[in-house]
Protein backbone atom coordinates (compact mmCIF):
# COMPACT_ATOMS: atom_id res chain seq x y z
CA UNK A 1 0.00 0.00 0.00
CA UNK A 2 1.28 3.62 -0.80
CA UNK A 3 0.87 5.90 1.54
CA UNK A 4 0.90 10.03 0.98
CA UNK A 5 0.99 12.23 4.39
CA UNK A 6 0.01 15.36 4.17
CA UNK A 7 -0.67 18.84 6.84
CA UNK A 8 2.75 20.12 8.01
CA UNK A 9 3.21 23.04 8.73
CA UNK A 10 4.92 26.05 10.23
CA UNK A 11 2.88 27.01 13.52
CA UNK A 12 3.27 29.01 17.08
CA UNK A 13 2.99 27.22 20.22
CA UNK A 14 -0.41 26.53 21.23
CA UNK A 15 -1.74 26.49 17.62
CA UNK A 16 -3.60 23.33 15.61
CA UNK A 17 -2.73 21.19 12.63
CA UNK A 18 -4.28 18.15 11.65
CA UNK A 19 -1.93 15.75 9.55
CA UNK A 20 -3.75 13.20 6.62
CA UNK A 21 -2.21 9.89 5.68
CA UNK A 22 -3.97 9.10 2.48
CA UNK A 23 -3.88 5.75 0.42
CA UNK A 24 -5.29 5.04 -3.05
CA UNK A 25 -6.03 1.62 -2.34
CA UNK A 26 -9.39 0.13 -0.95
CA UNK A 27 -7.29 -2.15 1.23
CA UNK A 28 -6.02 0.72 3.25
CA UNK A 29 -9.22 0.03 5.56
CA UNK A 30 -7.71 -3.14 6.53
CA UNK A 31 -4.16 -1.52 8.17
CA UNK A 32 -3.40 -0.24 10.92
CA UNK A 33 -2.21 2.90 11.24
CA UNK A 34 0.32 4.69 12.95
CA UNK A 35 1.97 8.31 13.42
CA UNK A 36 5.42 8.52 14.10
CA UNK A 37 7.31 11.52 14.57
CA UNK A 38 11.21 11.74 14.19
CA UNK A 39 13.32 15.04 15.76
CA UNK A 40 16.71 15.82 15.16
CA UNK A 41 19.01 13.34 16.57
CA UNK A 42 16.32 11.25 17.78
CA UNK A 43 14.57 8.12 17.13
CA UNK A 44 11.59 7.64 15.34
CA UNK A 45 8.80 7.29 18.30
CA UNK A 46 4.91 6.31 17.78
CA UNK A 47 2.78 9.31 18.70
CA UNK A 48 -0.59 7.41 17.94
CA UNK A 49 -1.66 4.75 16.21
CA UNK A 50 -5.15 3.00 15.36
CA UNK A 51 -6.75 -0.48 14.36
CA UNK A 52 -7.96 -1.05 11.15
CA UNK A 53 -11.53 -0.65 12.17
CA UNK A 54 -10.84 2.62 14.21
CA UNK A 55 -12.22 0.43 17.74
CA UNK A 56 -8.95 0.50 19.28
CA UNK A 57 -6.09 3.55 19.90
CA UNK A 58 -3.09 4.62 21.49
CA UNK A 59 -1.38 7.42 22.21
CA UNK A 60 1.97 8.10 23.50
CA UNK A 61 1.87 10.18 27.06
CA UNK A 62 2.94 13.42 26.06
CA UNK A 63 0.39 14.12 23.10
CA UNK A 64 -2.90 12.51 25.26
CA UNK A 65 -5.34 15.02 25.61
CA UNK A 66 -4.02 17.09 22.60
CA UNK A 67 -4.12 15.08 19.91
CA UNK A 68 -6.72 12.80 18.35
CA UNK A 69 -5.82 9.86 15.36
CA UNK A 70 -9.14 8.72 13.90
CA UNK A 71 -9.67 7.58 9.93
CA UNK A 72 -12.72 7.61 7.18
CA UNK A 73 -13.26 4.63 5.57
CA UNK A 74 -15.01 6.54 2.86
CA UNK A 75 -11.74 8.44 1.63
CA UNK A 76 -8.80 5.79 2.66
CA UNK A 77 -7.77 8.91 4.82
CA UNK A 78 -6.34 8.93 8.58
CA UNK A 79 -5.90 11.78 10.21
CA UNK A 80 -3.86 13.09 13.78
CA UNK A 81 -5.70 16.41 14.34
CA UNK A 82 -2.73 18.08 17.16
CA UNK A 83 -3.86 20.94 19.10
CA UNK A 84 -1.78 22.90 21.72
CA UNK A 85 0.97 22.21 19.99
CA UNK A 86 4.18 22.97 21.71
CA UNK A 87 7.86 23.52 20.51
CA UNK A 88 8.78 19.91 21.37
CA UNK A 89 6.09 18.83 18.90
CA UNK A 90 8.61 19.83 16.20
CA UNK A 91 9.72 17.01 13.97
CA UNK A 92 9.08 15.20 10.85
CA UNK A 93 5.66 13.10 10.86
CA UNK A 94 5.35 9.61 9.12
CA UNK A 95 2.03 7.35 8.85
CA UNK A 96 3.05 3.71 8.46
CA UNK A 97 0.51 0.84 8.24
CA UNK A 98 0.52 -2.43 9.57
CA UNK A 99 -1.52 -5.41 8.68
CA UNK A 100 -1.28 -7.70 11.38
CA UNK A 101 -4.43 -7.73 14.24
CA UNK A 102 -2.39 -6.39 16.93
CA UNK A 103 -1.56 -2.66 17.40
CA UNK A 104 2.15 -2.30 16.69
CA UNK A 105 4.31 0.30 18.89
CA UNK A 106 7.70 -0.02 17.27
CA UNK A 107 9.15 1.66 14.07
CA UNK A 108 10.29 -1.67 13.12
CA UNK A 109 7.21 -3.56 13.24
CA UNK A 110 5.40 -1.60 10.22
CA UNK A 111 5.42 -3.00 6.72
CA UNK A 112 4.45 0.77 4.99
CA UNK A 113 5.75 3.85 5.14
CA UNK A 114 4.52 7.85 3.93
CA UNK A 115 6.95 10.08 3.07
CA UNK A 116 7.32 12.45 5.77
CA UNK A 117 5.83 15.96 6.40
CA UNK A 118 7.46 18.52 9.11
CA UNK A 119 5.42 19.91 11.71
CA UNK A 120 7.67 22.69 13.19
CA UNK A 121 6.53 24.77 16.44
CA UNK A 122 7.59 28.06 17.32
CA UNK A 123 7.59 29.24 21.07
Known amino acids: VQLQASGGGLVQAGDSLRLSCAAS????????VGWFRQAPGKERELVAV????????YYQDSVKVRFTISRDSASNTVYLQMNSLKPEDTAVYFC?????????????????WGQGTLVTVSS
Open 96 to 112: AADLGYTLKYKASEYDY
Open 25 to 32: ERTFNRYN
Open 50 to 57: ISYAGGRI
